[in-house]
């Protein structure tokens, strides 16, 4: 049952690679921006907000779309990034733009929550003692936050391992090169005898899930202790 074809660890090693591009890539802007919403006061704080939160509600075909029409090889920067060799349509490096964004809000909104749950004070007292902002956001913020940071991270990796509306809408399902397991899976419900290689990587894809949901409940609950609020 669990023996896996060669066009199935394929897609897994694929799906891996993308999820973990997408999260690598996330990062740091998903830091400075829930940085900014966390700690910032500044004209349009709510449209960023609103922003930033907007692929979770639209459709994800949606989003794939609009990918596809600002990144496509026609499209409104992917023209310009082609000249220069940068191609993101029909890309695995697609399929990973395309799960940082779908991800993006679940990084960033753990992220803030976090930063927001570090006490103001102890930054205000690193500060009177002489250091820079630069110094506490890194001696005091960063650490501190640091099991929401990578809860936020695993929540990312584990959307991007589950993408599928976006992913196939903006990269297509080209298997070697943009198929990834959710991808595959649907191939397979789509062909007949495709059956039980479907329902391998089903059980595939909720073993990963579920373990990325208990990682982030262990560094949630690691974050409240620190905190001394569980």
């Known amino acids: ?121 102890l930054e205000q007292a690193a500060a009177t003692l002489g250091a820079r902002p630069s110094a506490v956001f890194l001696t005091v913020t960063l650490p501190l936050a640091m099991p929401g940071i990578l809860a936020g991270s695993v929540l990312a990796f584990a959307k991007a391992m589950g993408e599928f509306g976006a992913t196939i809408t903006f990269v297509s399902n080209i298997p070697g090169e943009t198929q990834t397991l959710p991808s595959a899976i649907y191939s397979l419900t789509q062909v007949p005898g495709g059956e039980a290689g479907a329902l391998r990587l089903t059980l595939i894809s909720v073993a990963l899930s579920m373990a990325a949901l208990l990682v982030s409940e262990l560094l949630a609950r690691r974050l409240a202790r620190r905190l001394g609020t569980g």
Do not use: N, Q
Not at 110 to 118: F, K, W
């Open 1 to 121: 049952m669990l023996d896996l074809t060669p066009d199935e660890w394929t897609a897994i090693g694929l799906s891996l690679k993308v999820a973990s591009v997408a999260t690598l890539a996330s990062l740091v802007p998903g830091l400075f921006i829930a940085m900014l919403l966390a700690r910032g006061r500044f004209p349009g704080r709510a449209l960023l907000d609103g922003l930033v939160h907007l692929p979770l509600i639209l459709p994800p075909v949606v989003t794939g779309y609009l990918l596809l029409l600002s990144f496509g090889r026609r499209g409104t920067f992917g023209a310009a990034l082609a000249e220069i060799g940068i191609v993101f349509s029909f890309r695995w490096t697609g399929a990973a733009l395309a799960c940082a964004i779908m991800g993006f809000p679940l990084m960033v909104r753990a992220m803030r929550l976090s930063i927001e749950a570090v006490d103001r004070r």
